[in-house]
């Protein structure tokens, strides 16, 4: 079967590092995506991996290990508009290439 | 801009009731899809499209259906809509080999 896990909730401090992981299972692995979603908004694209490593957009790093089925998120400077809810998302070759996503990680930002 | 509307904000439905819920895409991309977001379950996929005329279940497609008769245009249908149908319903979109999705607004569904 397919799954993901990821944290249910993560708490941080203005200025600081957090990282959001997710390790999934699927039979047909093609890519990790993340996105953002404000609470009554909808989800925003933040990154995709399909490669091992890490890639970089901003204060946004996203990072992929294929061998771990394992993937992170990581949120740098953190500020206050970056509470919101984070899903980690995997483009599977089964059933058409349809995504999958996490139950999503509640991210708290205190100042 | 990619912009992807949907045809209500919130609906409220009695039981029994046939439920279209419409998306609209203005980037001509080929693929939608139709999602539930309930707390604590994520985004779960309901169906989704890759060409007019074409459809593929997702994970939960019982008690759902959907037409794409116009590339932009993607609709989901409750045949006789219950109580464990309400939900957010969220529409996306994607051209055909591209990764990121872009979603509407949402329509929060009530059913009475």
């Known amino acids: 079967g397919q799954s993901l896990e990821q944290p249910s909730e993560v708490t941080a401090v203005e200025g600081a590092i957090v990282q959001i992981n997710c390790t999934y299972q699927t039979s047909g692995f093609y890519g990790l995506s993340w996105y953002q979603q404000h609470d009554g908004g909808a989800p925003t694209f933040l990154s995709y991996?399909?490669?091992?490593g890490l890639e970089e957009t901003g204060r946004f790093s996203s990072f992929l290990s294929r061998s771990d089925s394992y993937g992170y998120l990581l949120l740098q400077e953190l500020q206050m508009k970056d509470s919101a809810s984070y899903f980690c998302?995997?483009?599977?070759?089964?059933?058409?290439?349809?995504?999958?996503f996490g139950a999503g990680t509640r991210l708290f930002v205190k100042a | 801009d990619v912009k992807v509307t949907q045809s209500s904000r919130y609906l409220v439905k009695r039981t029994g009731e046939k439920v279209f819920l419409e998306c609209v895409q203005d980037?001509?991309?080929?693929?939608m899809f139709w999602y539930r977001q309930d707390p604590g379950l994520g985004l779960r996929l309901i169906y989704f499209s890759y060409d007019v005329k074409m459809k593929e279940k997702g994970d939960i497609p019982e008690g759902y259906s959907v037409s794409r008769e116009k590339k932009e245009r993607f609709s989901l249908i409750l045949e006789s809509a219950s109580t464990n149908q309400t939900s957010m319903y969220l529409c996306?979109?994607?051209?055909?080999?591209?990764?990121?999705?872009?979603f509407g607004p949402g329509t929060r569904l009530t059913v009475t």
């Open positions: 980037m001509d991309h080929e693929n």
């Open positions: 991996n399909a490669l091992d």
């Open positions: 996306a979109s994607s051209p055909i080999l591209a990764d990121e999705q872009y």
């Open positions: 998302a995997v483009r599977d070759r089964a059933g058409g290439f349809k995504t999958i």
